[in-house]
């Protein structure tokens, strides 16, 4: 490892942690080298980060330097960062999310039964979306598949455990029929 390399690491790294623009007589003093002899070697790293085709660059003034993402590699960064369009959750999703997460291990057959219409398009979406996952096949005949709730079902309603869903009770609802029998809501 030569000089250069080692200079180079310390600037890089304290351009690194401290994020923001830095006076060049500041790093000068910081590193132990004078100001001319500071500016030579951010020429010199900012060459070496070009041909490398690095994703990082300097970018230097007249009396700071930066650390910062090279602009070349920006559609990329966008891509990654930007998240993409997140469309509403259907009233049937919902209403599947829900199941999920108050009964977990849910199977098909489970969430159809409370609902009383099929689920196959619900379940894929938040399969699709993360939202949900194949946590293991049920010890019945047919050995049906369970769902489970993710952590980004957590995020997504802004909790940090199952343990912070409203309680069920909350959203029952009881009446009576014509026969007497309570009906649940």
């Given at each position: 490892?030569?000089?250069?390399d080692?200079?180079?690491?310390?600037?890089?790294?304290?351009?690194?942690?401290?994020?923001?623009?830095?006076?060049?007589?500041?790093?000068?003093?910081?590193?132990?080298?004078?100001?001319?002899?500071?500016?030579?070697?951010?020429l010199r790293?900012?060459?070496?980060?070009?041909?490398?085709?690095?994703g990082?660059?300097?970018?230097?003034?007249?009396?700071?330097?930066?650390?910062?993402?090279?602009?070349?590699?920006?559609?990329?960064?966008?891509?990654?960062?930007?998240?993409?369009?997140?469309?509403?959750?259907?009233?049937?999703?919902?209403?599947?999310?829900?199941?999920?997460?108050?009964?977990?291990?849910?199977?098909?057959?489970?969430?159809?039964?409370?609902?009383?219409?099929?689920?196959?398009?619900?379940?894929?979406?938040?399969?699709?979306?993360?939202?949900?996952?194949?946590?293991?096949?049920r010890?019945?005949v047919g050995?049906?598949?369970?769902?489970?709730?993710?952590?980004?079902f957590?995020?997504?309603?802004?909790?940090?455990?199952?343990?912070?869903?409203?309680?069920?009770?909350?959203?029952?609802?009881?009446?009576?029929?014509?026969?007497g029998?309570?009906?649940?809501?």
């Amino acid at each position: 490892m030569n000089i250069d390399d080692v200079l180079f690491g310390e600037i890089e790294c304290l351009l690194f942690v401290l994020g923001a623009p830095v006076a060049i007589k500041e790093l000068a003093k910081a590193v132990g080298i004078g100001e001319y002899e500071m500016r030579d070697t951010l020429l010199r790293m900012n060459d070496r980060f070009a041909e490398a085709e690095r994703g990082l660059m300097l970018y230097v003034t007249d009396e700071s330097v930066q650390l910062v993402t090279n602009p070349s590699h920006i559609r990329l960064t966008e891509r990654f960062i930007s998240p993409p369009k997140e469309k509403a959750l259907s009233q049937s999703m919902m209403e599947t999310l829900a199941i999920v997460a108050y009964k977990q291990p849910a199977s098909r057959g489970d969430i159809e039964a409370i609902r009383g219409v099929r689920c196959e398009y619900a379940v894929s979406q938040l399969l699709k979306l993360g939202l949900i996952y194949e946590c293991g096949k049920r010890e019945t005949v047919g050995r049906p598949s369970e769902f489970a709730t993710t952590d980004a079902f957590l995020r997504l309603f802004g909790l940090h455990s199952l343990e912070e869903l409203p309680e069920h009770s909350r959203f029952m609802q009881t009446d009576a029929d014509e026969s007497g029998e309570e009906k649940v809501f």
